[in-house]
């Protein structure tokens, strides 16, 4: 896994092999960001990352200064990774917690400027998910929810559904207030 920009662009990370984890590809994160660099000035958003996995996103928005990132994930291996390699990095805006997803959305406590979710791509709770994140109005007026899924997931009947974007076999969905 490589930050691709930032104050740590080029920096390879290393994750353990048994987290239970599928990173962005390199290819599909560069698309993401471009876009995202298009939208807003990451150094003045604040960043919500489920299912964080390793921290792949969570480690970009950082380096590129990000006001804050909270990454968010079940696994406890995953958290200690992140917070560890987020100590290492001096990454003092980015903060891991354990938690189940859609629950930790139903009892936000904040709003973020971007949501992003790469649940499993086996994971049966798309609707769910982004059904929670506008329920609970946890997006900024102008935030915008991304969710990361396999070409087989369809998330376009959603009334706050904007776009739908390949890149490789990585498929990223949209939505925003509509």
């Known amino acids: 896994m490589r930050i691709i920009s930032g104050k740590y662009r080029g920096k390879v990370l290393m994750a353990p092999r048994n987290l239970p984890s599928r990173p962005t590809t390199d290819f599909a994160k560069?698309?993401?960001f471009?876009?995202?660099?298009?939208?807003?000035?990451?150094?003045?958003?604040?960043?919500?990352?489920?299912?964080?996995?390793?921290?792949n996103i969570s480690y970009e928005f950082a380096s590129r200064g990000a006001e804050s990132v909270t990454a968010v994930d079940f696994n406890g291996?995953?958290?200690?990774?992140?917070?560890?390699?987020?100590?290492?990095?001096?990454?003092?805006?980015?903060?891991?917690?354990?938690?189940?997803?859609?629950?930790?959305?139903?009892?936000a406590y904040r709003k973020w400027?971007?949501?992003?979710?790469?649940p499993p791509y086996e994971f049966d709770g798309h609707q769910e998910l982004v059904n929670a994140v506008f329920e609970q109005k946890?997006?900024?007026?102008?935030?915008?929810?991304?969710v990361?899924?396999?070409?087989?997931?369809?998330?376009?009947a959603h009334p706050n559904f904007?776009?739908?974007?390949?890149?490789?076999n990585v498929h990223f969905s949209f939505f925003e207030y509509i």
Do not use: P, W
Not at 34 to 39: I, R, V
Not at 162 to 168: A, L, M, P, S, T
């Open 162 to 168: 904007v776009e739908r974007r390949k890149y490789g």
């Open 77 to 107: 291996n995953c958290v200690k990774f992140i917070n560890q390699t987020a100590a290492a990095l001096q990454f003092e805006t980015l903060q891991a917690h354990r938690a189940e997803a859609i629950k930790f959305v139903q009892r």
């Open 30 to 32: 560069e698309a993401l």
């Open 138 to 146: 946890i997006l900024e007026e102008e935030g915008m929810l991304v």
């Open 148 to 156: 990361e899924h396999a070409r087989e997931t369809n998330l376009e």
């Open 34 to 55: 471009n876009l995202m660099n298009n939208h807003y000035n990451i150094e003045m958003i604040s960043v919500l990352d489920l299912f964080s996995g390793t921290g």
């Open 113 to 118: 400027d971007v949501v992003f979710a790469d």
